[in-house]
């Protein structure tokens, strides 16, 4: 079944604009176009989206009013930080005594390195009282004549008593310029982060307005009617009017747009994604269903941003060899790949010439830049000279499958390798091999420190490979680690399709020492308003919250589609495909797996492993309608029961799960299967607010409605 309701997806890169269109009920790539990105037209960036929308929209046969969502991801944050072109801050410190003194030392954030030999333009001025018009009017006067075009406030506990920043706002009005407050940015304790936060933030602000507004009114202009997205840093979009105020969250987006692809499209409950393009490979991680976040590292500084937690490394589909040639008896041997590319040397790939450019070629060694070292190696051939790559070993073995965007002819490639072969003494292939083992090794080292630092279960995670690069990387590095491994679909456009599949997010952090659960609760009510007025259909929002008990930090992250999805299930797995998922991941033969519980989107299935001299575990897969496990339980107890009978049922699993010790109290964790959703509450470890939250993941619901409960006692 198909609509005529489309998701666009367009991602607006250094180089190229991409944008797809998916069925906005099946999920399938519908078309794809691709377009030089404008940064020289008089509308910028602007204007390329437009022009993709449109060939877009030709492409698949829609009108703008069939457009469902559409939303956009953009390095233009990134890159104006990396490339020192952001605008002069004011800064307006507040504070007496010792206040004072804490406030004042931020004029220092004006050294802040951008790019080498850019430093962040920042004008300081401080007011005692932010009750003060004509103090603050003053301090933004001198702000202004020093040449600032964006104002920031910020006091000292601002983000218990917020006033003092607002009033200052609320004065500097008449200046006219953009401004914000350092608790809007965030409202996490530490002035110097905080404020730097906001800082960095105010930065690219007058820059990210203008595009906005460009974007926007381009948008309008076209017909389209759905608001316009845009792509955050965690893996989740914003609606424009939220990106007006926090431009930072679109900073390191790039990659989340990767990875949110392949969790919605690839549908992966925990792996390890791999964006491979020409020059580096993004690696990052999905545990549990959820893409790993962290507090992101701008300009050499710890930040409050949260951003999707990416590892680079310097090998990518265009990455050049570079060997170490023979001297005296001994043959030449590989050493190693990249970081340096063939885009950057500006050779093309050997695999891709056409076989009589390949004619009389002899192996010679380049410095691709001046203070490169001369051993990446190059063919000189009839047809010119031309770079050796990862993706000309991967096509010499036969890795890159057929319509691959990094597809050769294999014995075009065999002939590129050829030369080094008979160098190194060996055999096309083991030659071929030896340059994916000399990159794949790199990578290697990363996705086991990343396996290793969220203690995936090797056994069942899986490899998934997105980017045009991604057949050179994804399919040696599983041979060599030992763990599945595939390619995603339409991998060259996991960018776009992710963010044409992208849910909307947003994530509120407090700091609230022993909060109770009204508190919890006060905090998650904050985040569901806040995705819901960004355009999430309300009936469909999933809240995860954590509590930290070292430091009282509680954290919610709010999801959801901007409308009910309702997607086609003609395609779903039986009952035989299910269980044969789940015994697959519970590395187990079939017949020792049972069902356990389920409702009409998930099956639970569990199995038991018999231990000598300790207790049995009872390890459990959730496996959605599809056939994808969408939840790894190490050991746990599931128990089925109703809506209405559940509170009283929880509180006796959730008495009897938790665990005391010098720890202290340890609530065991908690997930509920409730309708189409997975409802995740292992973030709380204290057992009344913990029953607080399930009471509020069932509410308005019918009594007989069933829910499962899938309970880990914790160790």
Same mark, same amino acid.
């Given at each position: 079944?198909?609509?005529?309701?489309?998701?666009?997806?367009?991602?607006?890169?250094?180089?190229?604009?991409?944008?797809?269109?998916?069925?906005?009920?099946?999920?399938?790539?519908?078309?794809?176009?691709?377009?030089?990105?404008s940064h020289? %037209?008089?509308? &910028?960036?602007?204007?390329?989206?437009?022009?993709?929308?449109?060939?877009?929209?030709?492409?698949?046969?829609?009108?703008?009013?069939?457009?469902?969502?559409?939303?956009?991801?953009?390095?233009? @944050?990134?890159?104006?930080?990396?490339?020192?072109?952001?605008?002069?801050?004011?800064?307006i410190?507040?504070?007496t005594?010792?206040?004072?003194?804490?406030?004042?030392?931020?004029?220092?954030?004006?050294?802040?390195e951008?790019?080498?030999?850019?430093r962040?333009? !920042?004008?300081?001025?401080?007011?005692?009282?932010?009750?003060?018009?004509?103090?603050?009017?003053?301090?933004?006067?001198?702000?202004?004549? *020093?040449?600032?075009?964006?104002?920031?406030?910020?006091?000292?506990?601002?983000?218990?008593?917020?006033?003092?920043?607002?009033?200052?706002?609320?004065?500097?009005?008449?200046?006219?310029?953009?401004m914000?407050?350092?608790?809007?940015?965030? $409202?996490?304790?530490?002035?110097?982060?905080?404020? =730097?936060?906001?800082?960095?933030?105010?930065?690219?602000?007058?820059?990210?307005?203008?595009?906005?507004?460009?974007?926007?009114?381009?948008?309008?202009?076209?017909?389209i009617?759905?608001?316009?997205?845009?792509?955050?840093?965690?893996?989740?979009?914003?609606?424009?009017?939220?990106?007006?105020?926090?431009?930072?969250?679109?900073?390191?987006?790039?990659?989340?747009?990767?990875?949110?692809?392949?969790?919605?499209?690839?549908?992966?409950?925990?792996?390890?994604?791999?964006?491979?393009?020409?020059?580096?490979?993004?690696?990052?991680?999905?545990r #549990?269903?959820?893409?790993?976040?962290? %507090?992101?590292?701008?300009?050499?500084?710890?930040?409050? !941003?949260?951003?999707l937690?990416?590892?680079?490394?310097?090998?990518?589909?265009?990455?050049?060899?570079?060997?170490?040639?023979?001297?005296g008896?001994?043959?030449?041997?590989?050493?190693?790949?990249?970081?340096?590319?063939?885009?950057?040397?500006?050779?093309?790939?050997?695999?891709?010439?056409?076989? /009589?450019?390949?004619?009389?070629?002899?192996?010679?060694?380049?410095?691709?830049?001046?203070?490169?070292?001369?051993?990446?190696?190059?063919?000189?051939? @009839?047809?010119?000279?031309?770079?050796?790559?990862?993706?000309?070993?991967?096509?010499?073995?036969?890795?890159?499958?057929?319509?691959?965007?990094?597809?050769?002819?294999?014995?075009?490639?065999?002939?590129?390798?050829?030369?080094?072969?008979?160098?190194?003494?060996?055999?096309?292939?083991?030659?071929?091999?030896?340059?994916?083992?000399?990159?794949?090794?790199?990578?290697? $080292?990363?996705v086991?420190?990343?396996?290793?630092?969220?203690?995936?279960?090797?056994?069942?995670?899986?490899?998934?490979? &997105?980017?045009?690069?991604?057949?050179?990387?994804?399919?040696?590095?599983?041979?060599?680690?030992?763990?599945?491994?595939?390619? *995603?679909?339409?991998?060259?456009?996991?960018?776009?399709?992710?963010?044409a599949? /992208?849910?909307?997010?947003?994530?509120?952090? =407090?700091?609230?020492?022993?909060?109770?659960?009204?508190?919890?609760?006060?905090?998650?009510?904050?985040?569901? #308003?806040?995705?819901?007025?960004?355009?999430?259909?309300?009936?469909?929002?999933?809240?995860?919250?954590?509590v930290?008990?070292?430091?009282?930090?509680?954290?919610?992250?709010?999801?959801? *589609?901007?409308?009910?999805?309702?997607?086609?299930?003609?395609?779903?797995?039986?009952?035989?495909?299910?269980?044969?998922?789940?015994?697959?991941?519970?590395?187990?033969?079939p017949?020792?797996?049972?069902?356990?519980?389920?409702?009409?989107?998930?099956?639970?299935?569990?199995?038991?492993?018999?231990?000598?001299l300790?207790a049995?575990?009872?390890?459990?897969?959730?496996?959605?309608?599809?056939?994808?496990?969408?939840?790894? /339980?190490?050991?746990?107890?599931?128990?089925?029961?109703?809506?209405?009978?559940?509170?009283?049922? !929880?509180?006796?699993?959730? =008495?009897?799960?938790?665990?005391?010790?010098?720890?202290?109290?340890? *609530?065991?964790?908690? =997930?509920?299967?409730?309708?189409?959703?997975?409802?995740?509450?292992?973030?709380?470890?204290?057992?009344?607010?913990?029953?607080?939250?399930?009471?509020?993941e069932?509410?308005?619901?019918?009594?007989?409605?069933?829910?499962?409960?899938?309970?880990?006692?914790?160790?």
């Open positions: 079944m198909t609509t005529h309701r489309v998701r666009v997806g367009i991602d607006v890169g250094g180089t190229f604009t991409d944008a797809v269109a998916v069925d906005a009920t099946t999920l399938n790539l519908l078309g794809q176009v691709k377009v030089p990105t020289h %037209h008089e509308d &910028g960036v602007a204007h390329g989206i437009v022009e993709a929308l449109d060939r877009l929209l030709q492409q698949v046969g829609r009108d703008p009013a069939d457009v469902a969502f559409l939303a956009h991801g953009t390095t233009q @944050a990134t890159n104006a930080l990396l490339e020192g072109d952001v605008a002069t801050v004011g800064l410190g507040i504070g005594g010792p206040g004072a003194v804490l406030t004042r030392r931020l004029a220092a954030l004006g050294r802040l951008l790019a080498p030999g850019k962040l333009p !920042l004008a300081y001025a401080h007011v005692a009282h932010p009750d003060d018009a004509s103090a603050v009017r003053a301090a933004v006067e001198e702000v202004t004549a *020093a040449g600032a075009e964006v104002v920031v406030a910020t006091e000292p506990f601002a983000v218990d008593r917020p006033e003092g920043e607002q009033a200052v706002l609320e004065a500097a009005r008449s200046a006219g310029l953009p914000t407050a350092a608790h809007e940015i965030t $409202s996490l304790y530490g002035l110097h982060k905080r404020t =730097r936060t906001a800082v960095v933030n105010a930065a690219i602000l007058p820059r990210m307005l203008a595009t906005a507004d460009l974007v926007d009114a381009s948008i309008t202009k076209a017909g009617a759905a608001p316009l997205m845009v792509m955050r840093c965690d893996g989740g979009v914003m609606a424009l009017d939220e990106m007006r105020r926090r431009p930072l969250l679109t900073v390191l987006s790039g990659p989340a747009a990767g990875v949110a692809g392949a969790l919605m499209q690839e549908r992966i409950s925990e792996g390890v994604f791999l964006e491979t393009g020409g020059t580096s490979t993004d690696i990052s991680v999905v #549990r269903g959820k893409v790993a976040v962290r %507090h992101a590292t701008m300009l050499g500084k710890s930040s409050y !941003l949260n951003a937690d990416v590892r680079t490394v310097g090998v990518g589909g265009g990455s050049m060899v570079r060997v170490d040639l023979a001297h008896d001994r043959a030449a041997r590989v050493t190693g790949v990249g970081p340096r590319s063939a885009h950057i040397a500006g050779l093309p790939y050997a695999c891709f010439a056409d076989p /009589a450019e390949l004619r009389d070629a002899t192996l010679a060694t380049v410095r691709p830049m001046p203070d490169d070292p001369a051993d990446h190696a190059v063919l000189d051939a @009839a047809g010119g000279r031309y770079a050796i790559t990862m993706t000309c070993a991967a096509n010499a073995l036969g890795r890159v499958p057929e319509g691959d965007f990094a597809h050769c002819d294999q014995q075009v490639a065999k002939a590129a390798i050829a030369p080094l072969a008979a160098a190194l003494g060996v055999d096309v292939p083991t030659a071929a091999a030896r340059i994916l083992d000399a990159g794949a090794e790199q990578v290697k $080292s990363v086991d420190k990343i396996v290793r630092d969220y203690r995936l279960d090797a056994d069942t995670a899986v490899l998934v490979g &997105g980017g045009g690069g991604a057949a050179t990387v994804t399919p040696h590095l599983a041979v060599l680690t030992g763990m599945e491994g595939r390619i *995603a679909r339409h991998a060259e456009v996991i960018s776009p399709i992710g963010v599949l /992208a849910l909307v997010r947003e994530q509120i952090e =407090r700091i609230i020492p022993g909060a109770t659960q009204e508190q919890i609760l006060a905090v998650r009510a904050e985040a569901e #308003r806040a995705v819901v007025a960004q355009g999430a259909a309300a009936d469909g929002v999933e809240v995860e919250v954590t930290d008990p070292q430091t009282s930090t509680v954290r919610a992250i709010a999801t959801g *589609a901007t409308e009910l999805r309702t997607q086609d299930r003609s395609h779903s797995a039986d009952d035989a495909e299910r269980l044969a998922a789940a015994a697959a991941s519970l590395k187990t033969d017949d020792r797996v049972r069902v356990l519980a389920g409702t009409p989107a998930h099956t639970v299935y569990g199995t038991e492993v018999r231990r000598r300790r049995s575990r009872h390890p459990v897969r959730v496996v959605d309608a599809d056939g994808v496990v969408r939840l790894h /339980a190490w050991d746990a107890q599931v128990t089925a029961t109703t809506v209405g009978a559940a509170p009283e049922l !929880l509180s006796t699993l959730v =008495r009897e799960a938790t665990s005391y010790g010098d720890g202290g109290v340890r *609530a065991p964790a908690l =997930r509920l299967l409730l309708g189409s959703r997975i409802a995740d509450l292992s973030g709380v470890l204290e057992p009344q607010p913990l029953l607080a939250l399930a009471r509020s069932m509410r308005d619901r019918a009594a007989d409605e069933p829910v499962v409960a899938v309970v880990e006692v914790r160790t």
